[in-house]
């Protein structure tokens, strides 16, 4: 899977949840108001169970859930990290 | 440090173990089975390794385990100090758990009923010791909001408040105090208006989101009344409602249909993936 697939599957996730039509991948989306911090469990959720990751305790902190490019950054580092691990 | 029971493995019997847990509390959760304890108990570490994504400090699952043993049944609670009782808001269900806990526990014991609307002082007539009987009304996820109602009915002790109290302020919770009355201060006001945003989406007045829309957008809530009912539970909701209904005997509490049949079709909300939305869980 390429990374602009993870990108577009969270993008297209997130959308979702929004009543406006897009949402930019640089875009914080907990300032936008819609949404609050059980959304952030959500995304946990969606995002080991849509990549098969398991995401470490460390990295479960609010600011790599903040943007589509941060969710995907962090998919792209469990991954790498598995990898080596 | 006391031991702290807690009877019900539901979302708030879950958090509350948590949150005792998390505050260095030797807990023991009851339920009535295997089953719903083995869920709480994933529930637990799966809350727990959100903690901090949540707001709150992080925490090793394992280490808030470690501190939860769970049983089948009340009679596991022979020894604990202080009981939170958090089954289902149902009087029949609850008064067969506070029968059961005025057999079990030491008469000093101090029970805490968990309710979102049914009078403690009610409550604390089924046993034989309404005064280690005290209302108090968490709030939901219960480890993440540090605000409840503490709640005495007519016959209960000052040292019941007080040992409450001193709980209370070790799980890192303030207390409200509340004179005891159907549904506090809180659901007094919130069950009515989570009731009349369901009778808006029932005629078709407007969505479950521009309701919401309304309340985040115009008055600056963090959440609507819908996504409100949902965290909450519409089954807990229409519970809350009827008790409301039945206790006040006033035409202004009767239930809106939509969150009887949503109840029935088991749209309960967050917690079970579906209610006014839709989750992943």
Known sequence: MTEISVAAQLQSFVEGRFPQSSIATDQDIFSL????????????????RTFSVTVPNEE???DNFRTVEAMSALVERVRSTALVG | MAVIGVVGAGVMGIGVAQNLASCGYETILVDKDEQTLEAARAAVARNSRMSRLMGGPPLDPDEILGRITTAVGVEALAKAELVIENV??????KREVHEALDR??????????NTSAIPITKMAAVGAHPERVVGVHFMNPVPAKP???????????????????????????RAVDVKDSSGFVSNRVLMLTVNEAAFL?????????????????CFGHPMGPLETADLIGVDT???SVEVLYEHYADSKYRPCPLLKQMTDAGLHGRKSGRGFYTYTN
């Open chain 1, 33 to 48: 108001g819609y949404i609050n911090s059980l959304f952030a469990m959500e995304l946990v959720m969606f995002i080991e």
């Open chain 1, 60 to 62: 479960l902190r609010i």
């Open chain 2, 88 to 93: 289902t808001e149902n009087w029949d269900v």
């Open chain 2, 104 to 113: 079990v526990l030491a008469p000093d014991a101090v029970i805490v009923v």
């Open chain 2, 147 to 173: 605000v409840v109602e503490l709640i005495p009915g007519f016959h209960t002790s000052p040292s019941t408040v007080e040992r409450t109290r001193a709980v209370l302020h070790g799980m890192g919770k």
């Open chain 2, 201 to 217: 989406v029932y005629e078709g007045v407007a969505t479950a989101e521009a309701v919401d829309d309304v309340f985040r957008g």
């Open chain 2, 237 to 239: 909701i229409l519970y």
